[in-house]
C-alpha cells in the first residue's frame, strides 16, 4: 500500500510540473512578444533580442508563484481521473483506502506544494524581479522609473516630510528626489533636491549628492524668504529603506511578506492609508495555502467512473475551476481594496469559497460509501 502510495504522489507531481511547464511555455512566449516592442525602441541602446530573452526568463518565478494553486488542482484532477477509469483507485479501495486516508495522503502533498508556493512567492519570485528589473536598467543604462515616482510620507516630532523619489537605479540607488519639509502648524519649511542618494545601512541614512536645499523663513509681518545652499553631498537621516522605497516604486505583489509589513507599520505610524498593501499581505499570506484546498479538491474526481475520453472534459473542468479561483482571487482584492473590507477578509474570502466547496465534496464521498 506505501508503495501505491508513493507511485500516486510521484504521478501527482510529475502531472503537475508537466501542466506547470505547459502553461510557464505559453506565458513565456507572449512576454517576450511583448518585450519586443521594448526591443524596437531602445535597440539603440544595445538591449537586443538576447537581453529580451534573459528578462522575460527571470519573470518566470512569479509566474510559477501565480499558477502553482491552478495547476496542482490540474495535475491533480488528471491523476485522480485516470485512476478512476483504469481502476486503478477502485484496487486501492478494496485494499482499504478510505476517504479519510486519501485525504491524509492528498493532504501531506499538498503541504509540500503549500511549502514551495510560499517559498517561491516569498524568496525565489521577489529576488528574480529585482534581477530582472535590475538587468534591464543596466542593460538601458538608466533607472527603474515609475509615473509620478514613489511618494512617501514621514512625521516627526518637529517636522512632517513629503518625500518624492522618482527613479531606483540598478544598483541599488535611488534617483532624483524631492522632500519638502513642513513644521507643526503646516508652514513650508524647507524643499530639497538632490540628483541622487545611496543608503548607508551602517548609519541609516541616504547619502544624497548634488543636492541643493532651500531653506524657508518668516518673521511676523515680514515676507517668506529664501536660502539657497548647494551641496556635494549631504546625510538625511530617516526611518525610509530601500525596500520601502521598492514596495512604494514597484508593484506591491512582487515583494516579500515581511517587506510589506514592515512598510504597512511606516505608513501606518505616518496616518498614511495602508488598506492596499494588508490586502496584498494577507493575500500573500493566504494564498499557498490554496495549493492544499485545490488538491483536496480534487480528491472526488477519483471516486467517479468515467468513459474512455473523458479524461480532458475533466481536466478542462479543472482547468475552469482554477481559473475562476485565480479570477476571483483578483476581484475580491480590487472590490475589498475600494469597499474599505478588512484586508484579511478580502484576502481569504475566495479560499474560503474553495474550501467549503472542498468539503462539501469531501462530505459526499463519506456519504455515499
Same mark, same amino acid.
Given at each position: &500500500? ?19 511547464? #505547459?502553461?510557464? #511555455?505559453? $506565458? ?54 485516470? /485512476? ?13 483506502? #478510505? ?6 495522503? /492528498? ?14 512567492? %516569498? ?23 515609475? !509615473? ?27 534617483? =532624483? ?5 513642513? %513644521? ?24 544624497? !549628492? #548634488? ?17 539657497? !545652499?548647494?551641496?556635494?553631498?549631504? %546625510?538625511?537621516?530617516?526611518?525610509? +529603506? ?12 512582487? &515583494?516579500? +511578506?515581511? %517587506? ?7 505608513? =501606518? ?5 495602508? !488598506? ?43 482547468? &475552469?475551476?482554477?481559473?475562476? $479561483? ?11 481594496? /475600494? ?25 459526499? /464521498?463519506?456519504?455515499?460509501?
Amino acid at each position: &500500500m506505501s508503495t501505491l502510495r508513493r507511485l500516486i504522489d510521484t504521478e501527482i507531481f510529475w502531472s503537475v510540473a508537466t501542466v506547470t511547464l #505547459g502553461f510557464l #511555455g505559453l $506565458f513565456y512566449f507572449f512576454d517576450l512578444v511583448e518585450e519586443l516592442k521594448a526591443v524596437a525602441q531602445h535597440r539603440g541602446l544595445g538591449y537586443g533580442y538576447g537581453q529580451a530573452a534573459i528578462y522575460v526568463c527571470l519573470l518566470i518565478p512569479n509566474h510559477i508563484y501565480e499558477l502553482l494553486p491552478i495547476t496542482v488542482l490540474i495535475g491533480t484532477v488528471f491523476v485522480m481521473a485516470r /485512476l478512476a477509469q483504469s481502476s486503478e483507485f477502485t484496487i486501492l479501495r478494496t485494499s482499504g483506502l #478510505g476517504p479519510f486516508q486519501a485525504l491524509r495522503q /492528498l493532504a501531506r502533498l499538498g503541504v509540500v506544494f503549500v511549502l514551495m508556493t510560499w517559498a517561491m512567492g %516569498d524568496y525565489v519570485a521577489p529576488w528574480a524581479e529585482r534581477q530582472a528589473k535590475q538587468y534591464k536598467a543596466t542593460a538601458l543604462g538608466s533607472a527603474v522609473i515609475s !509615473q509620478s515616482g514613489a511618494w512617501l510620507r514621514e512625521r516627526g516630532a518637529e517636522n512632517l516630510q513629503t518625500i518624492n523619489i522618482l527613479a531606483a537605479k540598478a544598483d541599488g540607488e535611488i534617483g =532624483e528626489i524631492y522632500i519638502y519639509e513642513f %513644521d507643526p502648524e503646516g508652514r513650508f519649511k524647507s524643499m530639497t533636491h538632490g540628483l541622487s542618494g545611496q543608503y548607508d545601512e551602517e548609519r541609516e541614512v541616504w547619502r544624497l !549628492q #548634488g543636492v541643493e536645499r532651500r531653506v524657508f523663513s518668516s518673521a511676523a509681518q515680514q515676507p517668506m524668504t529664501a536660502q539657497l !545652499q548647494r551641496l556635494t553631498q549631504w %546625510d538625511w537621516s530617516t526611518h525610509v +529603506t530601500p525596500e520601502m522605497v521598492s514596495v512604494a516604486l514597484l508593484n506591491p505583489d512582487r &515583494m516579500r +511578506t515581511l %517587506d510589506l509589513f514592515q512598510y504597512i507599520r511606516y505608513l =501606518e505610524s505616518n496616518d498614511q492609508s495602508s !488598506q492596499r498593501y494588508e490586502i496584498v499581505f494577507w493575500n500573500k499570506v493566504f494564498y499557498p495555502i490554496s495549493c492544499l484546498v485545490m488538491i483536496v479538491l480534487a480528491l472526488p474526481f477519483a471516486y467517479l467512473h468515467f468513459r474512455s475520453g473523458q479524461i480532458a472534459n475533466l481536466v478542462f473542468v479543472g482547468v &475552469m475551476i482554477g481559473v475562476s $479561483f485565480f479570477l476571483l482571487n483578483n476581484v475580491f482584492g480590487h472590490i475589498g481594496n /475600494l469597499q474599505s473590507w478588512s484586508p484579511w477578509l478580502a484576502a481569504a474570502f475566495p479560499g474560503m469559497i474553495y474550501t467549503f466547496i472542498s468539503l462539501l465534496a469531501f462530505g459526499w /464521498l463519506v456519504l455515499r460509501q
